[in-house]
């Protein structure tokens, strides 16, 4: 599921050497940390939220099928 | 029961040596290889300081993908290409799945707006079909946000899985003649579920020709459903008038 979190973020960045995925998992809960360039954090967020949204939506599906939830998070870097 | 993905990565001087390398290294040509820049690299002085540029590569098969005669060139390049995000994505599930290249049923309304479909096979991805077709639908936007990226001309395809929007407009089809004929019985007006847009289409196209009931949307966002009624209320005659059916852009 990391590599799927990868690809969409390294295709919709227009820096992809800069997006790092950062998995771990708690208690059945399995969470997705991204960290991009800070001009690549709206798309991936995407309008109105469509593009991590749709991330969120069909991790949960899947994941659902074996008992997990998940959670994306973008990390916010502040402008230097 | 991760897909094998093998990939491979190569750096040289440019992007353009890199991607050389990899044709000579993986004996195939630049369009047999889905190609990923890591890095651009920089030039340095005198071969001081610069960086080397890093490409990702990974050898496409599509070669299993059965495209209709009728496709024309657009259209075939299209399917690759939206075969090829498909499966990276799916790759990156670690979900399989067959996949099928078809057009929309001609002459009746469904569910499929593009001119072409790709329709996922499978026992493992029918999770992404999801409670009334939701997940489906953030999949095929995926699919077709990253297609962007590559068409400029906003081409997009219609993602379906194991015919889930063939078998929808049954049901709504059917679900729209149930409604009418308890509308005809009690005389009354039926309201259906909540759908979205593209669905209560399918309930307006199907009663367009009623001779004894009308439809009409109420309501706002994701509460917006289609109420069925009577065309005109019985010993009424300022009742509804009968007016012949107009598509409208947003049912």
Known sequence: MKAFVEFVVRSVATRPEAVEVEESEQAG?????????????????????????????????????RGERVQVELAQEQAS | MELETREYEFSARSVAEAIRKAEQTLGRTRDELDIFVVTEGRGGILGLGGEDARIRVRLRNASGLAI?????EGERQLAIAAWDVIHSLLAGLGLEAAVEVRRPAAGEPTLEPAPITLNLQGDQVSVLIGRRGATLASFQFLVNHLLARRFQDRASVNIDIEDYRV??????????????????????????????????????????????????????????????????PRGHPRGPVRRPFRPRPRP
């Open chain 2, 167 to 232: 078998r929808r407009v049954q049901s709504l089809k059917a679900l729209a003649m149930r409604a009418a004929q308890k509308v005809v019985r009690t005389r009354r007006p039926v309201p259906l579920d909540a759908m979205p847009a593209a669905e209560r289409r399918i309930i307006h196209l199907t009663l367009a020709n009623h001779p004894d009931v009308t439809t009409q949307s109420t309501g706002t966002g994701e509460a917006r459903r289609v109420v069925v009624m009577p065309r005109r």
């Open chain 2, 68 to 72: 209709p005669n009728d496709f024309d």
């Open chain 1, 29 to 65: 809960l399995r969470v997705f940390r991204i960290r991009v360039a800070p001009e690549d954090v709206g798309r991936v967020i995407g309008r109105q939220g469509q593009v991590i949204q749709a991330m969120r939506t069909i991790l949960r599906a899947v994941a659902a099928r």
